[in-house]
């Protein structure tokens, strides 16, 4: 019932532009779908977001970030996603569990056993039906989300300001789980030209939700 799709990569791999694909093709077939983000997705969800992505006097500790992360998906299953799946529709979630089993698990270097506990614990047998993974270099990908920040007049968020080992941990994590779990995992080489990133993205779509 229902077809859990997820869009992941690190920054500036070309989520957005993926994510724009997707929901062009769903709307052209005539899925019906619904749109979400993590962390965020509902109004408390998002206000878990921004205390996750901005800076505190405090330290945070990866453990109270794991949390935080865990509570705003609680809040966005039961909320939007699992309500949408039971009626049958297509959500697409940018960003989901592969993305903490990335960051803090990569990234942050929390045991993969402790993310899975309250992976279990939240989602319970949940898991998306397909995932599709824009991959880049973390150098490139980067430097385009640090243009963007700059043209958009903003600043990078905490975790953006991270070092670049730290993203290439994460997108070593991703790249694993893409091997472990390839009945999900659907990998697009973000450094392509959007035309062949439109492309891989469809024809990955029809293989797993037709032209219904
Ligand atoms: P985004 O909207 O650009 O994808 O930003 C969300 C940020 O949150 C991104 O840096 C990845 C991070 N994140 C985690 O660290 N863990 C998670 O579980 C999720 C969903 C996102």
Same mark, same amino acid.
């Given at each position: 019932m229902g077809f859990f799709l997820t869009i992941e990569g690190c920054e500036g791999a070309g989520k957005t532009t993926a994510k @724009?694909?997707?929901?062009?093709?769903?709307?052209?077939?005539?899925?019906?779908?619904?749109?979400?983000?993590?962390?965020? @997705?509902?109004?408390?969800?998002?206000q878990l977001r921004s205390l996750?992505? +901005?800076?505190?006097?405090?330290?945070?500790?990866?453990?109270?970030?794991l949390l935080m992360v865990f509570a705003a998906r609680c809040q966005n299953l039961s909320q939007r996603i699992e309500p949408a799946l039971a009626e049958g529709k297509v959500v697409v979630c940018d960003r989901f569990t592969d993305a903490t089993y990335a960051y803090q698990g990569g990234g942050r270097g929390i045991d993969e056993q402790?993310?899975?506990v309250l992976e279990q614990l939240v989602q319970g047998d949940r898991r998306p039906d397909m995932t599709l993974l824009l991959d880049i270099e973390p150098e490139l990908g980067l430097a385009?989300?640090?243009?963007?920040?700059?043209?958009?007049?903003? +600043?990078?968020?905490?975790?953006?300001?991270?070092?670049?080992?730290f993203f290439h941990r994460v997108r070593n994590v991703y790249l694993e789980r893409a091997e472990r779990y390839p009945g999900q995992y659907v990998v697009v080489d973000g450094g392509q030209s959007i035309a062949e990133v439109e492309a891989?993205?469809?024809?990955?779509?029809?293989?797993?939700?037709?032209n219904k």
């Open positions: @724009g694909v997707v929901l062009q093709w769903l709307k052209a077939v005539g899925h019906e779908f619904v749109e979400t983000r993590e962390p965020g @997705g509902t109004p408390l969800a998002e996750v992505l +901005s800076e505190h006097e405090e330290i945070v500790t990866d453990t109270t970030e402790r993310i899975a385009r989300a640090k243009g963007r920040a700059i043209e958009q007049g903003g +600043s990078l968020d905490r975790i953006e300001q991270e070092a670049i080992e891989s993205i469809i024809k990955a779509l029809r293989a797993r939700l037709g």
